[in-house]
């Protein structure tokens, strides 16, 4: 190539780069989400699983003043209600569904939503919704950024949205060569039973913590000697980590690959060569081999006398989405790690996870990994690189995957911007809609990517998706690749209004979707 026309090459990638830039930089964070009312309003899901006899933990997620008390009509036997804090416990002996209704009052009114309870084989019905380390501080997290993570849940009132679970990522066992003090100790007990580090002290102290705010809390490990961080993993010991996770009271446990690639491809567990990190060759198509480690876990997971949220990590290799489940996976990850830039979430978003979305039903769902909104950084926290409007489509596609929802930032330094996205209730609820149903691109045309799904109540939800970094103007007709028929009702979802009734035979809808943007709907046939 000669150097003019290398030369016009890179200016041309410079003037791209500088358009892309210009379309971040013009957009001020701009709130949709309307606050809610003060009247009481009861969000979160609907439907919530148990296995017989598992220590039973609901908190009934409502907004509005408090004061509130709550009640709970038909709450079946072994269960009971705290109306000071909607705080459901207890037990469940038997497989049953019972269909209860919830209650919640305050000085402004009162409200009754239903809600079903499921006690039988399956758990986490809607997608998993709560907080992560890693996004944030990756190896810096503590038992007190932990804490300090639960006490936001509470007091922004992201709780009050349905956010439940605070789950630490890699990082809390001791680490294989670290020159940082606090990680160096001994990996397990002379019995074989693993050993926080130093920054971790008392783990069923933490775990008691956490549910004391009606929280729940969740751990890390790999399969492998070494987690991806090199701390101590399960491998040889995995029925013992599964008991200390249960004796501490932990409620979800993330299983990630790492180091596991090496002994896959046939290294000893001792042999100091492995790496920490490197998955390794055969796990990639080898369904066999790539299953053994997590059907090993999900079993002795199982055999706890309480509910454990599985949740397998290998970053989608040897299709895991088609036996995520056979290992009693409930949420598998479909991709490799995600970072807070457009190029990131956007090709995990639109170009990863059609190939996966049939395998989604509730109980067990497709991972597109964790949400990087807020501040993130991965030790090094700085402002989501991505425009509002890349966070609103984030926010939207993710929720339109059923995908669990874990926040990835530092909740500490939240601001409105970052807080009005992961409360909007009406977006929230497209994710836990209980049918479990995946969307899926109905329209992939040029820059316009269109996802819809069937919602329980017979509705659609559809969100249009402007991956150009130019606003789109359409003038929308195609409804039948939407799935629409009839007179409907679109349902703006991010500023929860309803807009004029659209003939889907012959009238159209006009679009305006932002660079990087969406428009999020809910569709209702007019009856
Ligand atoms: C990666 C995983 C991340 C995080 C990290 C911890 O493999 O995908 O989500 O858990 O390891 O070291």
């Not at 609901?58 to 408090?66: E, H, L, P, S």
């Not at 084989?121 to 998993?128: F, S, V």
């Not at 446990?253 to 998955?279: L, P, V």
């Amino acid at each position: 190539m000669n150097t003019l026309i290398r030369l016009s090459l890179a200016l041309l990638a410079m003037a791209m780069l500088a358009a892309n830039s210009i379309a971040a930089a013009s957009v001020e964070p701009y709130i949709l989400t309307p606050p809610a009312p003060a009247s009481p309003r009861i969000n979160g899901a609907s439907v919530f699983g148990v296995r017989p006899g598992s220590p039973f933990l609901f908190t009934i997620a409502a907004t509005g003043d408090r004061p509130m008390s709550f009640s709970a009509q038909n709450l079946p036997q072994g269960l009971k209600l705290d109306p000071a804090t909607g705080r459901i416990t207890g037990a469940l002996a038997m497989k049953g569904e019972h269909i209860v209704m919830l209650g919640a009052k305050n000085s402004r009114g009162s409200v009754e939503k239903k809600f079903r309870i499921v006690c039988g084989d399956q758990i986490a019905l809607t997608p998993p919704m709560g907080w992560n380390s890693w996004n944030c501080f990756a190896q810096e997290v503590s038992a007190d950024r932990v804490k300090a993570a639960a006490n936001v849940l509470v007091k922004s009132g992201l709780a009050n949205h349905g956010w439940t679970y605070v789950n630490i990522d890699d990082f809390w066992q001791n680490n294989r060569g670290s020159d940082d003090p606090t990680l160096h100790g001994p990996f397990r007990d002379t019995n074989g039973f693993v050993l926080p580090n130093a920054r971790f002290p008392d783990m069923k102290g933490l775990a008691d913590y956490v549910h004391g705010l009606g929280l729940k809390i969740g751990l890390y490990s790999s399969p492998g000697p070494w987690t991806c961080g090199g701390c101590a993993g399960s491998f040889g010991h995995e029925q013992q980590d599964a008991q200390t996770y249960a004796k501490w009271g932990f409620d979800y446990f993330k299983y990630d690959w790492c180091s596991y690639g090496g002994i896959c491809d046939g290294k000893a567990a001792t042999d100091d060569s492995i790496s920490s990190w490197d998955a390794g060759e055969k796990g990639k198509s080898d369904v066999e081999a790539a299953t053994h480690p997590f059907r090993l876990m999900g079993k002795f997971l199982r055999e706890q006398k309480r509910d454990i949220v599985f949740s397998v990590c290998e970053y989608g290799m040897s299709e895991v989405w088609k036996w995520g489940a056979s290992v009693d996976g409930n949420c598998w990850r479909t991709t490799w790690d995600i970072v807070d830039t457009w190029e990131s979430m956007s090709s995990i978003g639109f170009d990863q996870q059609n190939q996966a979305a049939p395998f989604s039903k509730p109980g067990n769902w497709n991972d597109p990994d964790m949400l990087v909104v807020g501040h993130v950084g991965w030790g090094k926290p700085h402002p989501t690189r991505l425009t509002p409007d890349e966070q609103y489509t984030h926010i939207s596609l993710w929720c339109l995957l059923s995908a669990p929802l874990l926040i990835g930032c530092d909740m500490t330094k939240f601001d409105a911007f970052t807080l009005s996205l992961l409360t909007n209730d009406e977006v929230i609820a497209v994710d836990q809609d209980p049918l479990g149903k995946q969307a899926t691109c109905v329209i992939n045309d040029g820059d316009l990517r269109v996802y819809a799904r069937d919602l329980e109540d017979g509705s659609r939800a559809v969100g249009f998706f402007n991956r150009s970094v130019k606003p789109m103007e359409l003038s929308f007709k195609d409804f039948s690749k939407l799935g629409l028929a009839g007179k409907q009702t679109p349902r703006d979802l991010w500023r929860q209004k309803n807009l004029a009734a659209v003939n889907t035979a012959m009238g159209s809808l006009p679009l305006t979707i932002p660079a990087h943007g969406v428009v999020l709907y809910k569709f209702t046939t007019v009856k």
